[in-house]
């Protein structure tokens, strides 16, 4: 008889998320924009703090466009970005026709190495070619080095836009991932530690970059009793019902944190006894994660299996595991786009997986996943 499938990250209702859908309804708001959609976006600003402005938008990538554009970043011009990580932190680079500049990532967090950052920045310079921007990711959930990163971007006068799609609810220093960079994105995906079922919101430090992203979202419609554009809009408003189901998500968003990381804790417990088995872990007391998924690395010579055995093994039990992101400058699309670094993301990439994470699991859950790994049998 076969096992009921554990997945690696479902959407995870609060139970009141049908309540602000339901007064959408109501109220006949059921557009893009109403009261869902304010108080979403004031429920993060009062959740994200140090004195951010939001907009909720259509999705994550929307975000990201926006951004870019509020930077002014045009066809012809270069912008970093983090390699390891989803190719949609990279795409709206290339929607503007600009060129995505990859860089490797460090050891400690995964995410963008502050040293080959620099030397990407000196190089891209001496060739008459000033990155417009710099993207660094926090990846599942983990905060990237973000006062080394900002100290560089400040010293060569870079803004910053921060992709925090997976890092709600994660710190660095004791203040929230998203509100670092001038600019930033959360993504509310249906995988996502909240979620709105698609959706996602841009962040900004100033007030009048959030009226642009809005003016923009919105076909860029000019102030006039007849329908006038003079510049290109686009349609990323996020809708007043699907705001409603992030406004119950908020409300539950602390204990879905509590609920990736106490997951996180039960896997290192539990696995702890399997040499070769490696956790990405907070370096130190400065970093925050919420966990969003627990990945592993596997040292196939400690362990007697590979990455791709365990998935498979786990696979066949019926439970989700999913490679970590293939490295962007190894992607087909990108294989002519600038690359600094050296290996580090590639052997990430070739020895991790993501675990089942989902604040829904049960422990009977997190138990079979633990077991199954333990019952591995060495196959090299």
């Known amino acids: 008889m076969q096992t009921e499938k554990i997945y690696l990250s479902l959407a995870h209702m609060g139970g009141r998320e049908q309540e602000f859908i ?6 006949n708001w059921v557009v893009p924009m109403g009261p869902n959609l304010d108080a979403f976006e004031k429920d993060l600003e009062q959740f994200l703090g140090n004195g951010v402005y939001v ?15 509020l930077l002014g970043v045009k066809a012809g011009d270069e912008v970093i970005c983090q390699s390891f990580t989803f190719s949609a932190s990279a795409n709206p680079i290339v929607y503007q026709g600009a060129t995505p500049v990859f860089i490797d990532s460090e050891h400690d967090t995964w995410n963008m190495s502050p040293e080959h950052l620099e030397r990407a920045i000196k190089d ?17 959930g983990m905060p990237a080095n973000m006062e080394a990163i900002l100290a560089i971007a400040n ?28 600019l930033a994105v959360l993504s509310f995906n249906g995988n996502k530690i909240i ?3 698609g959706g996602g919101a841009l962040v900004a430090k100033k007030e009048e970059w959030v009226q642009k992203a809005r003016f923009l979202a919105t076909q860029a419609r000019d102030a006039a009793p007849h329908y006038q554009h003079t ?27 509590e609920q990736r990381r ?15 088995i490696i956790f990405q872990i907070e370096p130190s007391s400065d970093f925050y994660s919420n966990y969003w998924l627990t990945t592993i690395l596997i040292d196939p010579e400690k362990t007697g299996f590979t990455r791709e055995d365990l998935r498979l093994t786990l696979d066949r039990a019926n439970i989700e595991a999913r490679p970590l992101w293939k490295p962007l400058h190894l992607q087909p699309v990108f294989a002519r786009s600038p690359w600094y670094g050296e290996k580090v993301c590639e052997t990430l990439f070739a020895n991790g997986l993501c675990l089942p994470s989902g604040s829904s699991l049960t422990d009977d859950d997190l138990a079979r996943v633990v077991n199954t790994v333990r019952n591995m049998q060495p196959v090299i």
């Open 262 to 276: 106490k997951n996180n804790q039960f896997y290192r417990k539990h696995l702890a006894e399997i040499d070769g």
């Open 155 to 182: 010293s060569y006068e870079i803004p910053v836009l921060e992709d925090s799609a997976e890092a709600l609810g994660s710190m660095y220093k004791g203040v929230h991932c998203g509100t670092f960079g001038e």
């Open 231 to 257: 510049q290109i809009g686009y349609n990323y408003r996020m809708s007043n019902i699907v705001a409603g189901i992030g406004r119950g998500q908020m409300l539950v968003l602390p204990e879905r944190v």
């Open 55 to 69: 907009a909720g938008l259509s999705a994550g990538t929307a975000a990201l466009h926006l951004g870019l554009i």
């Open 124 to 140: 891209r310079i001496a060739k008459g070619k000033k990155p417009k921007a710099i993207i660094p990711v926090h990846l599942y």
């Open 195 to 197: 979620t709105t079922s």
């Open 22 to 27: 339901q007064q959408a309804f109501d109220t």
